[in-house]
């Protein structure tokens, strides 16, 4: 029992939250405000990047670029790009719980703020509010486990 009251105690927490890069365009403004019948089409490419600064702290950042199109005329609406980042502390974090606060737990607590800033953005934009899927990092980060798994297991 000794033992555990001198274990120093995991602290996790996201510190500051910051936009890297931010871009819209908007090429087609303003003809495409008056066009007739449009159904946009979206293709959305969401990357995730960690870096280690110091010894207890990590940048986390979701880089989205989003593409949306009309259907009929294959004009581009509007294209959005952001890198939305976040410094997280972790302290006293045993290793193997890194990898997964990385990929799952702090892009899942980023994630809602960045969606909010694409859909201010596309409003801002002259556009209805581009609201994302929600994304499941946990899925993503087993995904990406198994993918590195299997490369592993090709190189034996």
């Not at 120093?8 to 087609?28: A, G």
């Not at 207890?56 to 979701?62: D, T």
């Not at 509010?129 to 990406?144: G, H, I, T």
């Amino acid at each position: 029992m000794a033992d555990e009251a001198q274990q120093p105690r995991p602290e996790f927490r996201m510190q500051k939250m910051y936009i890297k890069d931010l871009s819209f365009e908007n090429p087609h403004a303003p003809e495409v405000f008056s066009a007739q019948g449009q159904e946009p089409s979206v293709e959305v490419n969401l990357q995730l990047n960690n870096k280690k600064i110091d010894d207890e702290n990590w940048e986390v950042a979701l880089q989205i670029n989003a593409k949306v199109v009309n259907k009929s005329d294959k004009k581009v609406l509007f294209i959005l790009e952001i890198e939305h980042a976040a410094v997280f502390l972790m302290k006293n974090i045993p290793e193997e719980h890194i990898a997964p606060l990385l990929g799952v737990d702090c892009p899942t607590l980023l994630f809602p703020f960045t969606r909010q800033i694409v859909s201010q953005a596309s409003i801002d934009g002259g556009y209805v509010p581009f609201m994302m899927e929600p994304v499941n990092f946990v899925a993503l980060y087993q995904n990406a486990q198994k993918k590195k798994q299997e490369e592993a297991e090709k190189k034996d």
